[in-house]
């Protein structure tokens, strides 16, 4: 995880995809981050003792997201 990038339970985005249409996105246990134009979900990959492997950042322009949601840890 970024260590500036705070930490929630859980993220929910709503995306526009096009037009009118809409989708949600979910992401548990992540880091969330809003840097220039985007917004970067931060998922670690952990081990069985909880030792982070690698993480993943899913990167979406602003311009896409209509509303975003997060739940405490």
Do not use: Q, W
């Not at 859980?10 to 840097?35: P, Y």
């Not at 492997?53 to 896409?64: A, D, M, R, V, Y």
């Amino acid at each position: 995880m970024i260590p500036t990038a705070p930490k929630f339970g859980k993220v929910e985005l709503l995306i526009r995809t096009g037009g009118n249409s809409r989708t949600l996105e979910t992401f548990e246990d992540c880091g969330l981050m809003i840097t220039g134009d985007y917004m970067i979900v931060i998922l670690d990959e952990k081990d069985d003792i909880n030792n982070t492997l690698t993480s993943t950042g899913n990167i979406f322009n602003l311009k896409e997201i209509v509303s975003y949601k997060t739940h405490a840890k």
